[in-house]
């Protein structure tokens, strides 16, 4: 059963994109399962830099078969500026699929988060404004219009017209500008002409094709602890990034996956409001958010920074049954004279043993250091384990020690080639 599931390990952009790059060599089909444009994807091949939020990170190589699935949330103004983008560049997008059940972002969408948003006062949740939990909302309400509506022309445009009318009188309750009706009706007319030939039935597409031994790589956004149950609630995505989520998101059954991918950096950060046990407000943040570029490739907001979090990991290995973890950005602790690695929590002076269940108590854990000598060089050259300096091998012997699966994939550098891979 050759599938790979790759979800991110932290809080997103743990550099995700540029290991399904390198996985996708071995794969036909990259499958995007959850999410909608919340997500930045960034792959560097020969300095050219491609930041992704729809299409399937796999879309670089030729023999990949791009495809949107049944569990992600489709915006088609940021879908279409993306293939236009790509195309623009030489990249096709001739054999992207969109599953018909993907359901639909429209402007009252991203109109409901940002009065979501401003209604929470100082307790924002920090969102992309994308639309994506009034999208996710409407789905689980069940009046969301999905990719297939639109193979009905008529009925669709009369859908949205009722959709946006009953939305104009929600926003301007809310004290929010109304849409103007006919532009929306008439842009989404043309939008789903264009996507109407993309149209897909993702379920079949991708069960036929395991039934001929292809090899399908399922793309997580997001991450573990955006997971909306497992993550920090409330400050969380809307969808399930967790492997889980793989399989509904998908329609691929739990028996279909036999190799599951947790990425994190070597460090952690976040985006956005929520609790964050390693969190540094020091110099040290500051410079991996200097040295590692931390600014959002959506909303280029800075990241919030901190040291890499073993409990955070052991419970994603649970959460997802994790096979291997890629660990990516060790180049970006090269200047450190010393590294911190939290390997427990302490809650009122007691140890944890268990990953706390609700945000207000991870707020207050004490996180446990071990530390590590930096290793004064840089990595960005490395491309064996065995060519490591020894700090930093004993940096990646703590990880695996303290969290329970192997590291298969070492990250030194941005560019597509700039890795180290090992079998155990
Ligand atoms: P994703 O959302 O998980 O795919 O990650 P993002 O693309 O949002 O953020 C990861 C950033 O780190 C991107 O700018 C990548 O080009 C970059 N990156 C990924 N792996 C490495 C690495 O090993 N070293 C360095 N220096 N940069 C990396
Ligand atoms: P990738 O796939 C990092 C965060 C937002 C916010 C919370 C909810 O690139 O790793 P949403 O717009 O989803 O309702 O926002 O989730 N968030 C991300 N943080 N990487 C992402 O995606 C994210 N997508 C959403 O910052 O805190
Ligand atoms: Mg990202």
Redesign the pocket.
């Known amino acids: 059963m050759p599938v790979t599931v790759v979800v ?1 390990a932290q ?4 550099g ?1 994109a540029k290991v399904i790059d390198l996985l996708s060599k071995e794969h036909t089909y990259v499958v995007r399962y959850q ?1 909608g444009h ?4 960034t792959v560097v091949v020969d300095g050219e830099k491609y930041a992704l939020q729809l299409v399937p990170s796999g879309i670089l190589y030729n023999h990949v078969i791009p495809v949107i699935a049944n569990g992600v949330v489709v915006d088609l103004p940021t879908l279409f500026s993306e293939i236009d983008m790509l195309e623009s560049r030489g990249i096709s997008c001739s054999e992207l699929k969109v599953s018909s059940r993907a359901h639909l972002i429209f402007p009252w969408h991203q109109a409901h ?1 940002a009065i979501a948003e401003a209604m929470r006062g100082d307790d924002k ?6 639309g ?2 009034p999208a996710y909302a409407d789905k689980a309400r069940r009046v969301g219009l999905r990719v297939g509506d639109v193979l009905d022309p008529q009925r669709f445009s009369a859908l949205v017209r009722e959709r946006a009318v009953a939305e104009n009188t929600l926003i301007e309750q809310a004290g929010g500008e109304a849409l103007n009706v006919d532009e929306v009706v008439s842009r989404f007319d043309q939008l789903a002409a264009r996507v109407a030939p993309l149209v897909t039935d993702t379920v079949g597409l991708l069960h036929s094709a395991l039934a001929t031994e292809a090899h399908v790589l399922l793309e ?4 573990t602890f ?1 997971d909306l149950d497992h993550g920090t609630y409330p ?4 969808s399930n990034p967790t492997a889980g989520g793989a399989c509904v998101g998908s329609g691929l059954g739990p028996r279909d996956i036999d190799r599951i991918v947790g990425i994190t950096k070597a460090y952690t950060t ?5 609790p964050f046990p390693t969190e540094l407000l020091d110099d040290d943040g500051d410079t991996l958010i200097d040295v590692g570029k931390e600014y ?4 280029g ?1 800075r990241r919030r920074a901190g040291w890499l979090d073993c409990v955070m990991l052991r419970q994603a290995v649970r959460l997802n049954s994790l096979t291997e973890l890629a660990l990516t950005k060790l180049d970006i602790l090269d200047g450190f004279e010393s590294i911190k690695i939290c390997t427990g929590y302490r809650l009122n002076g007691q140890l944890l043993t268990d990953y706390p269940d609700r945000s207000d108590l991870i707020a207050d854990v004490e996180p446990i250091y071990e530390t590590v000598a930096g290793w004064g060089c840089s990595l960005s050259e490395k491309r064996e384990r065995s060519d490591l300096p020894s700090q930093a091998s004993e940096f990646l012997e703590i990880v695996e020690r303290e969290v329970g699966v192997p590291v298969k994939v070492v990250g030194v550098g941005a560019e597509r080639d700039d890795y180290l891979v090992w079998a155990t």
Do not use: C, F, P
């Open positions: 991110g809080w997103g952009d743990e995700k999410g919340n997500a930045g994807h988060d949740i920090g969102t992309t404004l994308k994506i939990g997580g956004a997001q991450a955006l400050y969380v995505t809307s976040r985006v956005g409001a929520g959002g490739t959506v909303t907001r």
